[in-house]
């Protein structure tokens, strides 16, 4: 049980290039979530997915995009890389319909923009 | 607009003393609240977490209190253990919210020997 996994775990890019963040979690997770942390920041929300097929915006979803093609899978794209958007990435899954639902966090990506 | 603020960036607690992280939020629909701990180049792995129905929850070494009237929340740790060191995120759902969390900017504990 590997739990939430992302890749690649660092990358560099130039600007205006494309990329895409794989998250894979296999705990059967309807809901899945992608945040990015800034230095002095905590995480904020990205986009999000309850469910595979849905995606929905979150609180910086500006430059991004995602598809939650697989139940297990949720993809975060960058089409034209900005140096804004240097950060670290990280995905996070729940199960949702309970009081205690908890969120449960990959290891992160690394993304550097120059 | 920060909706939930953890005003110490920092704490050095002595090993063996209490811990006491403290987070503040402002928005009344949060139900759920969460603290997670993280390690450099780690994921956030969670620690604890409390019910608005309720105002205390322990687990070990590990107790959250909430204060709804005062919309304030806050991580006791006791015994401080060298492991405990790491950045402390506070963390909030809004009522009937699958939209993710909303976090604090983090408080770096560092227990001292």
């Known amino acids: 049980n590997a739990g939430v996994t992302q890749t690649p775990k660092f990358r560099v890019l130039k600007t205006g290039q494309s990329m895409t963040l794989l998250c894979a979690q296999d705990?059967?997770?309807?809901?899945m979530y992608w945040y990015r942390q800034d230095p002095g920041m905590g995480l904020r929300l990205i986009h999000y997915s309850v469910g595979e097929g849905t995606t929905a915006k979150g609180e910086v979803p500006d430059g991004y995009n995602v598809s939650r093609l697989k139940k297990q899978n949720f993809l975060l794209g960058l089409e034209s890389a900005a140096p804004s958007q240097t950060s670290v990435y990280f995905c996070?899954?729940?199960?949702?319909?309970?009081?205690?639902?908890?969120?449960?966090f990959g290891p992160g990506t690394r993304l550097l923009v120059l | 607009d920060q909706q939930v603020k953890q005003n110490s960036p920092s704490l050095s607690v002595q090993e063996g003393r209490i811990s006491i992280l403290n987070c503040d939020y402002t928005n009344s629909m949060f139900d759920y609240f969460l603290w997670y701990k993280k390690y450099p180049a780690e994921g956030p792995t969670f620690l604890i977490s409390?019910?608005?129905?309720?105002d205390k929850n322990e687990d070990g070494r590990f107790t959250v209190f909430l204060n709804k009237s005062a919309k304030h929340l806050s991580l006791h740790i006791v015994p401080s253990q060298p492991g405990d060191s790491a950045v402390y995120f506070c963390a909030a759902r809004a009522r009937g919210g699958a939209d993710g969390l909303t976090f604090g900017k983090g408080t770096h504990l560092i227990i001292q020997p």
């Open positions: 409390i019910s608005s129905i309720k």
């Open positions: 705990m059967n997770h309807e809901y």
């Open positions: 996070a899954s729940s199960y949702p319909g309970t009081l205690q639902e908890t969120q449960y």
